[in-house]
């Protein structure tokens, strides 16, 4: 979100000093999450698309 000056806020003014994002977090389920790879994108697009109709009906169509 912009500003009234018109420039959007940088990350270091929201996130304490010193603060990196996790590489893989887990779950109490035995799972885990971790950031998409960019070999991953392709697999993602296609399950994305596959879950249009529930994501749409979350969401909102786009």
Do not use: C, F, N
């Not at 010193?18 to 392709?42: K, M």
């Amino acid at each position: 979100m912009a500003d009234p000056s018109g420039t959007s806020p940088s990350a270091e003014s929201w996130l304490p000093p010193g603060w990196q994002h996790p590489t893989q977090v887990a779950l109490p389920t035995g799972h885990h999450l971790r950031p998409i790879r960019a070999s991953e994108t392709e697999l993602d697009m296609e399950a994305v698309k596959g879950s249009r109709e529930r994501l749409w009906s979350i969401y909102g169509e786009a």
